[in-house]
C-alpha cells in the first residue's frame, strides 16, 4: 500500500538543518541507540556501485575528542592565520566550536572504505565521495529531526594522518566529513537566504534561462 509523504515535514527538516555552532547542551549525553538510529537512516542513501563501503567512527570518550579536538584547534588557528579575511574566520561562533569541540557529547566521522586513485579521473572521484556524503547529509537531517545539533566540518582532515593515527584508522580509508552531536538547547533553525532556483537554473545549455 502506498503512504503518502508529508511533503511540507520533509521539506521543512531539508530546509532548516543548519550547522549548529551555538545553543547546544554539551553537558546532557546523547544516547548511542539514537546516534545508530540515524545512521541507519544514513545508510539508505545512495552509493556509487553499490559498494555499501562506509563506515561511521562514533566518538564519545574523552580521549579520542580530546585528540580530534586538539587537531581540530590547530587547523582552525591556520587556517585564520594562513587566510585572516576568509568566511568564518572572525566569526565568533566559529571560534567556539574550535575550541568547544572536544566538549561534544559525540563526534561522528563519515568514512569510505578505499581511497581517490591517484590521477583518476573527474567520474571516478566523483563517484567515491558521492558514496559517502549523500549518507554523511542524510545523517545530519536525521540528527536535525531528532532535536540534535550538528555541524558540517572537514577542517581536521589538514591533520588527517593524525586523526588516522589518533583513532586506528587505516591508510586505505578516506575520512570526509566530521558531525559534532549535541542536544539543541534554544536553537531556532530556520531556512537560510538563498537566490531563487531560477537565478541558478540553466535549461539544456548552460547560461540558458527559462
Known amino acids: 500500500m502506498h503512504h503518502p509523504i508529508d511533503v511540507a515535514s520533509v ?18 549525553p546523547v544516547d548511542p541507540e539514537v546516534l545508530l538510529e540515524c545512521i541507519d537512516v544514513a545508510l539508505q542513501a545512495p552509493t556509487g556501485g553499490q559498494r555499501e563501503g562506509w563506515r561511521f567512527v562514533v566518538l564519545t570518550d574523552e580521549v579520542p575528542k580530546r585528540a580530534i579536538g586538539r587537531l581540530y584547534l590547530r587547523a582552525f588557528d591556520g587556517y585564520v592565520a594562513d587566510q585572516p579575511d576568509a568566511p568564518g574566520a572572525q566569526r565568533p561562533n566559529y571560534r567556539l566550536l574550535a575550541e568547544q569541540i572536544a566538549a561534544m557529547p559525540a563526534l561522528i566521522l563519515a568514512c569510505l572504505e578505499g581511497r581517490p586513485e591517484r590521477g583518476s579521473n573527474a567520474a571516478r572521484q566523483v563517484a567515491h565521495y558521492g558514496s559517502i556524503l549523500p549518507a554523511a547529509w542524510s545523517l545530519m537531517v536525521a540528527l536535525r529531526a531528532r532535536g540534535l545539533g550538528s555541524t558540517w566540518t ?29 542536544h539543541m538547547r534554544g536553537a531556532v533553525l530556520r531556512p537560510a537566504h538563498r537566490r531563487p532556483a531560477r537565478e541558478v537554473t540553466f535549461w539544456n545549455r548552460w547560461g540558458t534561462t527559462r
Open 154 to 182: 572537514t577542517l581536521h582532515l589538514v591533520h588527517e594522518q593524525e586523526a588516522a593515527a589518533a583513532l586506528g584508522i587505516p591508510p586505505d580509508v578516506s575520512q570526509t566529513v566530521l558531525l559534532p552531536v549535541a
Open 11 to 28: 521539506d521543512h527538516a531539508l530546509m532548516t538543518t543548519r550547522s549548529v555552532r551555538k545553543a547546544l547542551d554539551l553537558a546532557r
